[in-house]
């Protein structure tokens, strides 16, 4: 079974210091890693995603997230928050099924405070 | 591209009828839909996947015959809550994803209150 874990419901930073939203996995195959971000009454948006190619994964809106094999971990940072950068931050997981339409598992999110 | 549309947006019914929220994918065909259901200030739980044209996979602990999911086409699948009730409110989001893509693309979300 797959899991995610991220240590911290609610991260506070102050605008223009950097943004570090921590996120473990578990998986017993290599998994595919997502962040996606939701703004209020709204859906998800995908940040980024990891699956296999580079380690170090670029997203949008200046994100970037770093897939440690070692430390089964997948970490969301990024250099200079941006008051519009306020919202909830969500790791997800799933499996390295081929065809598509796999499930993910979501971790219970992590509120993003931007303070000026 | 990859744009997932939801409707409504929000709704409130009284509690013992049935509402239907629409899920389409409009820019491409969808042979996987997810739905899921989000309380406050929580994740998302999935609810049910439902691949085109065949019955949906429904998770441990959801009500099959409560949410009635229809996946009748390649771009539209439906989430029927029946005789709803007041704990049924929440924020229901739908996803889809085509063949052999390992992503899923989300909609808007619909908000349910039940009254």
């Known amino acids: 079974a797959q899991s995610v874990t991220q240590l911290g419901s609610h991260v506070s930073v102050s605008e223009g210091a950097l943004v570090l939203l921590r996120c473990n996995y578990s998986?017993?195959?290599?998994?595919?890693l997502f962040w996606y971000v939701q703004y209020p009454n709204q859906g998800l948006q995908l940040l980024l995603k990891?699956?296999?190619?580079?380690?170090l994964v670029k997203g949008i809106n200046g994100f970037e997230a770093e897939f440690k094999k070692s430390e089964t971990s997948f970490h969301l940072t990024k250099p200079s928050a941006h008051m519009s950068d306020a919202a909830e931050y969500f790791c997800?997981?799933?499996?390295?099924?081929?065809?598509?339409?796999?499930?993910?598992?979501f971790g219970t999110g992590t509120q993003l405070k931007v303070e000026l | 591209g990859a744009v997932v549309s939801q409707h409504p947006s929000w709704v409130i019914c009284k509690s013992g009828t049935s509402v239907k929220i629409e899920c389409r994918s409009l820019?491409?065909?969808?042979?996987?839909m997810f739905w899921y259901r989000q309380f406050p200030k929580q994740s998302l739980m999935l609810m049910a996947t439902?691949?085109?044209?065949?019955?949906?996979?429904?998770e441990q602990g959801v009500e099959k015959d409560k949410f009635l999911i229809n996946h009748a086409s390649l771009t539209l699948s439906t989430l029927t809550v029946t005789s709803a009730h007041p704990e049924d409110s929440s924020f229901y989001i739908c996803?889809?994803?085509?063949?052999?893509?390992?992503?899923?693309?989300f909609g808007p979300g619909t908000r349910l209150t039940v009254t």
């Open positions: 996803s889809a994803t085509p063949y052999s893509v390992n992503e899923q693309y």
């Open positions: 998986s017993s195959v290599p998994p595919y």
């Open positions: 990891y699956t296999s190619a580079a380690t």
């Open positions: 997800a997981v799933s499996d390295r099924i081929t065809g598509g339409g796999n499930k993910l598992t």
């Open positions: 820019d491409f065909q969808a042979t996987t």
């Open positions: 439902s691949n085109e044209g065949s019955k949906a996979t429904y």
